[in-house]
């Protein structure tokens, strides 16, 4: 089966920045998009941002410019660095990932079990 472990959530002070990690692991065949997403209290999940297999990005207009995603298609590992943190980005974060577990397979929508970021004076 596959899991998606995150890690590096935590407390933050306002300005400061925190990285988190998200590792794909089990019966993987091939591993397409991988991403972040975010949920706030009473709010909705939410993009964060997303890489492709060609590096190509995707961000939320709320953090473009301070976030950043990247991936390490060996380990099968997507990164968020986050900088400049604001109160309003304190939520789970959410790692996600497009695979496919056998070659003959269709593409399946991964969720990993989400850490908690929270960004306070």
């Known amino acids: 089966q596959v899991q998606l472990v995150e890690s590096g959530g935590g407390l933050v002070q306002p300005g400061g920045s925190l990285s988190l990690s998200c590792t794909a692991s089990?019966?993987?065949?091939?591993?397409?998009?991988m991403g972040w997403y975010r949920q706030a209290p009473g709010k909705q999940r939410e993009l964060v941002g997303t890489?492709?297999?060609?590096?190509?990005?995707n961000y939320a207009d709320s953090v473009k410019g301070r976030f950043a995603v990247s991936r390490d298609n060996a380990k099968n590992t997507v990164y968020l660095q986050m900088n400049s943190l604001k109160h309003e980005d304190t939520a789970v974060y959410y790692c996600?990932?497009?695979?496919?577990?056998?070659?003959?397979?269709?593409?399946?929508?991964?969720w990993g079990q989400g850490t908690q970021v929270t960004v306070s004076s």
């Open positions: 996600n990932a497009v695979l496919q577990t056998r070659s003959w397979g269709s593409w399946g929508n991964y």
């Open positions: 089990g019966s993987i065949f091939s591993v397409s998009v």
């Open positions: 890489i492709n297999g060609g590096s190509s990005t």
